[in-house]
């Protein structure tokens, strides 16, 4: 029976689960001869000779038993962008998968690392696998989620949560800002099983006071009883990971000008609250008064930290700590979940745009970012007492030198929405759309989270086995 793709887009728009997504996908592939372009190698866009030739070598070792070949092999370097099988492009051609030839040669190098794992290769000793899988997940690098600031924008944040979580492919390293670090910040501090219960819409809605549910802005008190419902009164960074091994950080800013702005986390704050930086994560200026942090002293006893600093929204000069958290996880792949509505309108699903228009666009944005940043400090200079002018022109140049993307962008199918909409409780049947866009969008994302987080996750399993098994 022929379909026509009238009715396979139909599909794709209507489907209520991935795998009625995939399948959808799979038959407009087959419909638009896209299968075709997956089963050859042959493209501009990556060094397929390079990926087939090395295919072929990992194959015949491991025929031939090979192990210290094998070895050798991997040692030589296994990365997520061999010969730039990762670049965007490969996976945004067909919507069910990217070349064959990446498929095949990521599930060898998976399948090689779990062979070199096994007793079955006695030949190599146990210090010798111990030495070269910690090496090989320290230089292949790690891959997290970030969420951007997004005000009730957040249950977007949620559906993509969700849509990750059910394919098994949700990051152990997580940031938020704003509303993002309530979403992750829920994910940071339930158990897998917590989770899975939670991140069902009507059971996140029923966590949320009433008050929280009335149509206008809340206030501060509101927004304390909310994370009030969220987190536990003692619920520190250090206790969160200790429960659920997810590392969350969460992106704070300061009130005062020349302050830096700071990452929480279980490493560089483990005595903070989460609740405390959660809340000063969202006090968005003008709306919410700044926000002084606590945390548990020795004793278990609540304190101020840093009592004599106030913070703000997070996104306004970090929305993605990109940079830190390379720095304290050894993070290089990040899947970003972008809702910020000053941003939308400027960024592509891609990374970046190669084509000519595109290429011109970037260049006229980068250059109108200079021109901003040269007036804003001229008029820092102009202000000698680091009055009002000085502390805009400040927080202005800290939004527009950011950057928004990641390697993966998870965006809204929509680039416009009215600001008056988006600190308020935007009512429960928005609140469900907005959790089933956040999945929708995710879902053609998920082929490409798999392939490019599959070595990492392999090594990952492998290190945490051995450990269990004490085996080394």
Same mark, same amino acid.
């Given at each position: 029976m022929v379909i026509n793709n009238n009715k396979i887009k139909r599909a794709l728009s209507q489907a209520s689960s991935y795998q009625e997504w995939r399948e959808a996908a799979r038959a407009y592939d087959e419909r638009n001869g896209?299968?075709?372009?997956?089963?050859?190698?042959?493209?501009?866009?990556?060094?397929?000779?390079?990926?087939?030739?090395r295919l072929d070598r990992l194959r015949n070792l491991k025929a031939r038993h090979d192990h210290r070949g094998l070895l050798y092999t991997l040692n030589e370097g296994i990365h997520g962008n061999m010969g730039g099988m990762g670049r965007a492009g490969l996976y945004g051609h067909a919507l069910s998968g990217t070349k064959v030839l990446i498929e095949d040669y990521i599930d060898e190098i998976v399948d090689t690392l779990e062979h070199l794992a096994g007793e079955s290769t006695d030949d190599i000793s146990a210090d010798e696998k111990l030495?070269?899988?910690? =090496? @090989?997940?320290?230089?292949?690098?790690?891959?997290?989620?970030?969420? #951007? %600031? +997004?005000?009730?924008?957040?249950?977007?944040?949620?559906?993509?949560? =969700? @849509?990750?979580?059910?394919?098994?492919?949700?990051?152990?390293?997580? #940031? %938020? +800002?704003?509303?993002?670090?309530?979403v992750g910040s829920v994910i940071g501090s339930r158990t897998e099983e917590e989770l899975r219960e939670l991140i069902e819409p009507e059971a996140f809605l029923q966590q949320l006071p009433e008050s929280a549910k009335r149509?206008?802005?809340?206030?501060?008190?509101?927004?304390?009883?909310?994370?009030?419902?969220?987190?536990?009164?003692d619920l520190t960074f250090q206790k969160a990971f200790e429960k659920t091994g997810r590392a969350m950080n969460v992106s704070i800013a300061p009130a005062e000008t020349h302050q830096t702005s700071r990452l929480l986390n279980a490493i560089t704050s483990p005595s903070v609250l989460m609740r405390s930086a959660v809340m000063a994560s969202c006090a968005v200026p003008g709306v919410f008064p700044p926000v002084m942090l606590q945390a548990l002293d020795d004793n278990g006893e609540r304190q101020s930290y840093l009592p004599s600093r106030r913070w703000i929204d997070g996104s306004m000069s970090d929305d993605l700590p990109a940079k830190r958290l390379a720095r304290l996880y050894g993070v290089n792949h990040y899947i970003v979940s972008q809702t910020n509505p000053h941003v939308l309108p400027f960024i592509s699903d891609g990374r970046r745009k190669k084509s000519s228009v595109g290429l011109l666009q970037h260049a006229g944005l980068r250059a109108t970012r200079e021109w901003f940043n040269a007036i804003t400090m001229i008029l820092?200079?102009?202000?000698?007492?680091?009055?009002?002018?000085?502390?805009?022109?400040?927080?202005?140049?800290?939004?527009?030198?950011?950057?928004?993307?990641?390697?993966?962008?998870?965006?809204?199918?929509?680039?416009?929405?009215?600001?008056?909409?988006?600190?308020?409780?935007p009512g429960e049947k928005k609140v469900m759309e907005l959790i089933a866009t956040g999945e929708r969008c995710t879902w053609p994302k998920l082929e490409m989270i798999r392939l490019q987080t599959k070595i990492s996750r392999t090594l990952r399993e492998i290190l945490q086995r051995y450990e269990k098994s004490k085996i080394f």
């Open positions: 896209l299968h075709h372009w997956r089963q050859r190698d042959h493209s501009q866009q990556y060094d397929y000779v390079s990926i087939r030739l030495d070269f899988f910690r =090496r @090989a997940s320290h230089c292949f690098g790690h891959s997290a989620l970030m969420l #951007s %600031g +997004s005000g009730s924008l957040l249950y977007f944040h949620m559906g993509v949560a =969700r @849509a990750l979580l059910e394919a098994d492919l949700l990051p152990t390293v997580m #940031s %938020g +800002s704003s509303g993002g670090s309530i149509v206008g802005t809340p206030g501060p008190a509101v927004m304390e009883q909310v994370l009030s419902q969220l987190f536990p009164d820092d200079r102009a202000d000698k007492n680091n009055g009002l002018i000085t502390r805009a022109a400040s927080l202005t140049r800290t939004i527009i030198n950011q950057d928004y993307v990641g390697d993966i962008n998870i965006l809204p199918d929509y680039r416009f929405i009215n600001p008056q909409h988006l600190l308020g409780f």
